[in-house]
């Protein structure tokens, strides 16, 4: 991807922001064959929105494949994929309505006072999410029981919408927005922003003219879990045919197999 698809992502995303809520679709698209497994994408996430110690919202699970002399490696990074059909919904809602939402333009949402409410609702929204998006937020600082604690952890941020603080965080669960705080500013997602290998690409999949809808026309992509019926709306380009690879972290494997 080309500096010029950076620039060309925040066109589309003007854009889409002219447009009413409902008539956007916000899609992902990644292309694994130029992941290099840095993870700028998941210290930018952790950056971004704060997360609390030990977690991020994006993976990037690595795998080796072949052996000597010809061993080889890939990488597959990845985020809440924003189901349409959001098992964590389902399960949440079960124990405590309106803890998961959907958004018009496609965004899952957490509403972190009822589920922090309600731990079975909790419990259940992380069950029930075949990609391990969702990330606990027990309290705790990287720089507790030093001098001081950093402002980098106690500063503000926005989700959904909210001015949070890592106090109003503790107790809940939490997982990638799509970076709405920064779409709704006329950003791309953190993550695409800062992703070193320039594997990473989001836009509107209802807007024709979009990169990423030109990108799904074109390139042969696949979803995870397509057959279960989640409908992800993080698209995938590389190494759909993994026949031959010797899974060296089973947590990779089962990002795509049950
Ligand atoms: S990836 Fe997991 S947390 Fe995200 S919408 Fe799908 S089921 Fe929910
Ligand atoms: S920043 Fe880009 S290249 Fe680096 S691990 Fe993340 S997705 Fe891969």
Redesign the pocket.
Known sequence: MAVNEIVRMHEDLDRALKKPVEKRSWGMVIDMRRCVGDHACTVACMAENVCPPGTSYRWVFETEYKSYPNLDRFFMPGN????DN????KAANRHKRGA?EKRPDGI?VFNYKKLSSSRSAMDA?KK????Y??VDDRGGYYTENTPKLEPYETRNFFEYGKKLNRKKTKGTIR?CTFCIHRLESGMIPACVSTCIGRAMYFGDLNDPKSLVTELIKKEKVFRLKEASG?K?RVYYIGYKDRANIAISNPASCLVCHQ
């Open positions: 809440c994929q924003q189901c959001p098992p964590c919904m998961i899952v929204a029930a999410c075949p990609y998006a969702i997982k989640t992800p």
